[in-house]
């Protein structure tokens, strides 16, 4: 069957980078959500353990109970809120606030400008008194930047607001808190890291999405795709393959069916606009849900060793082509 490698090599030299921007492993918090963006939740909890990461970030509970012993703490982004000493979870509006119990530990989210989730400005004071008032365990303020991976100076305008919420929630005295809103853009584009954690998503696995006008910083992917044969065959000329025999075989050629498809998540594209592997072997008329074609007998071939090259091609981004690689196809790391 389809197997993913993870090259823990290339992980670590990411990690590494990473480190390096903010000055300390114990300030970078793992995003591990959506299945470690595919790769896999627990090869990458385990692995960051080994480098000495002790912070990550899950999107869901049942996300943050997979990888429970491997981190000292857990910033849970949309999960029912529970009492536990390693877990603390998002809010990220003033109703979910005012139901939170107050033995849990909470990081309120605050709306400087991406208008996605979060308290909005003009509510912080408000929440701060609510805080205060019910005594709740208010451990960490956050934010989100909307443009931190595109030319311009948004970056800095969304800074600046975080910085009028830092200093109000420092002058509410609500106890001790830790702030963060780096992304990997952020991250990437910063001089001088100066918060308390960064939380670090797609450049651990390798991918920097910034314009090429910023100082760029070597990432080496993480993922690779890889193919098994199932069955070859010898064509003549003028025959055709697949679904709607859209490939004609222009000469008699060797033509072998490889175990993936879009039932894998590999995405179906456009038999006219063929992707071509890493191995540079066109892909032959329409993907299927289980199989594709190539002109090759070889025994196993990389489909993908770049998720941000592939996605150039299918005009999206490499987090979608990672997230979208079936939780089923076997993980190896090597």
């Known amino acids: 069957m389809a197997t993913i490698k993870i090259n823990k090599e290339n992980f670590f030299h990411n990690l590494n980078q990473i480190v390096l921007k903010t000055g300390s492993v114990d300030k970078v918090a793992v995003v591990l959500k959506d299945n470690a963006y595919g790769h896999g939740l627990k090869i990458m909890a385990e692995l960051s353990q080994e480098f000495g990461i002790r912070q990550a970030?899950?999107?869901?509970?049942?996300?943050?109970?997979?990888?429970?012993?491997?981190?000292?703490?857990?910033?849970?982004?949309?999960?029912?809120?529970?009492?536990?000493?390693?877990?603390?979870?998002?809010?990220?509006?003033?109703?979910?606030?005012?139901?939170?119990?107050?033995?849990?530990?909470?990081?309120?989210?605050?709306?400087?400008?991406?208008?996605?989730?979060?308290?909005?400005?003009?509510?912080?004071?408000?929440?701060?008194?609510?805080?205060?008032?019910?005594?709740?365990?208010l451990i960490g303020v956050m934010t989100h930047f909307r443009s931190a991976d595109m030319l311009g100076s948004e970056l800095y305008w969304q800074q600046k607001n975080f910085e009028e919420v830092k200093r109000k929630v420092q002058e509410s005295k609500c106890g001790e808190v830790r702030f963060h809103s780096h992304n990997s853009a952020a991250i990437l584009r910063s001089k001088q890291f100066d918060e308390d954690i960064a939380r670090a998503g797609i450049a651990i696995y390798g991918h920097n999405e910034l314009p090429e006008a910023y100082d760029t910083i070597q990432l080496k992917p993480v993922l690779s795709l890889w193919a098994q044969r199932t069955s070859t065959r010898v064509l003549k000329k003028g025959q055709r393959v697949g679904y709607g025999g859209d490939f004609v075989v222009p000469e008699r050629m060797m033509v072998s069916t490889y175990d993936l498809g879009y039932g894998d998540g590999w995405r179906r594209g456009e038999s006219e606009d063929p992707y071509m592997t890493a191995e540079g072997l066109p892909i032959l008329g329409r993907v299927s849900m289980d199989f594709i074609s190539l002109a090759t007998d070889k025994k196993s071939v990389c489909i993908m060793d770049d998720a941000k090259a592939a996605a150039r091609h299918f005009g999206t981004i490499s987090y979608e082509m990672t997230t979208m690689l079936s939780p089923s196809i076997k993980r190896v790391v090597i």
């Open 57 to 137: 970030v899950v999107i869901s509970s049942e996300e943050a109970m997979q990888i429970y012993p491997y981190f000292d703490h857990i910033l849970v982004l949309n999960g029912t809120p529970i009492a536990d000493e390693k877990l603390s979870f998002a809010i990220v509006d003033m109703e979910a606030l005012e139901a939170v119990g107050s033995g849990i530990q909470i990081e309120l989210k605050v709306d400087t400008g991406m208008h996605r989730n979060g308290i909005m400005m003009k509510d912080l004071e408000k929440a701060l008194r609510i805080i205060k008032l019910r005594n709740l365990n």
